[in-house]
């Protein structure tokens, strides 16, 4: 008797480059270890100088140019992430792995067509 195996999932609307995104697709942000690094620190950063901007009464039209300043030394020190692939012309953070503050790289690998194929509608 012979093994039976999965269709793959590549017509899947879910698919992405081996991955699922469906968990994603259905509640997004919801799974943290599947947010990118890199913005995830950029956000943080933002905050804490929102919050240190706020504490010492920094003026609302300096705040744009202080963080200016500010974002540059932080996205060149906190770029720490081991899946980073440098895509030209992508928008920020530059990674051909990041879709919409995910990293697809952290998503589960699909396993082939499931209960959720969903064919892509784009033919």
């Known amino acids: 008797m ?8 590549t017509d899947c609307r879910h ?8 968990e994603e697709w259905l509640n997004p942000g919801y799974t943290k ?6 913005t995830a620190r950029w956000e ?7 919050r240190r901007a706020e504490y010492f009464g920094v003026d ?8 200016g300043r500010q974002f540059q030394r932080v996205a ?20 051909g792995h990041h879709l919409n503050g995910v990293c697809v790289m952290g998503l589960p690998r699909c396993a082939g067509r ?10």
């Open 76 to 95: 060149r020190d906190t770029f720490h992430c081991g899946l980073y692939t440098y895509l030209p012309g992508a928008d920020a953070p530059g990674c």
């Open 60 to 67: 609302e039209d300096a705040a744009p140019d202080l963080w």
């Open 33 to 38: 270890s599947w947010r990118c690094q890199v």
């Open 2 to 9: 012979g093994t039976i195996s999965r269709l793959p999932g």
């Open 44 to 50: 943080s950063s933002f905050d804490d100088f929102l």
């Open 114 to 123: 499931c209960r959720h194929f969903d064919p892509n509608s784009d033919e």
């Open 15 to 22: 698919h992405i480059n081996g991955r699922c995104l469906y």
